[in-house]
């Protein structure tokens, strides 16, 4: 049974940090697309960041130069980090995993950016 599990969500400060991680069991991360999508509320669920098994990552465009998405295979987890955080940041963050034609998602993890 594929799980993937999302942690590290909170509350933080316009300007700050946070990493989230997303640890996979019953499947490898690396065998496939790994990717953060995060809704806001009234909002479509939108891809934030993806990783492919080369390690080839892609960014939207709101979130360039602020996040950062990585896989460490060993863990078996993803990972985002979340810099210069801004209030429209703030979301429900999900992690998810394509392989082939099968797709997994996270529970997800909310995010909140206020002061």
């Known amino acids: 049974q594929v799980q993937l599990v999302e942690s590290g969500g909170g509350l933080v400060q316009p300007g700050g940090s946070l990493r989230l991680s997303c640890a996979a069991s019953?499947?490898?991360?690396?065998?496939?697309?790994a990717g953060w999508y995060r809704q806001a509320p009234g909002k479509q669920r939108e891809l934030v960041a993806i990783?492919?098994?080369?390690?080839?990552?892609e960014y939207a465009n709101s979130v360039k130069g602020r996040f950062t998405i990585s896989r460490d295979s060993a863990k078996n987890t993803v990972y985002l980090q979340m810099n210069s955080l801004k209030p429209e940041d703030t979301a429900v963050y999900y992690c998810?995993?394509?392989?082939?034609?099968?797709?997994?998602w996270g529970q997800g993890t909310q995010v909140t950016v206020s002061s």
């Open positions: 998810n995993l394509r392989v082939g034609s099968a797709e997994y």
């Open positions: 019953g499947i490898i991360f690396s065998i496939g697309a």
């Open positions: 990783i492919v098994g080369g390690g080839i990552t």
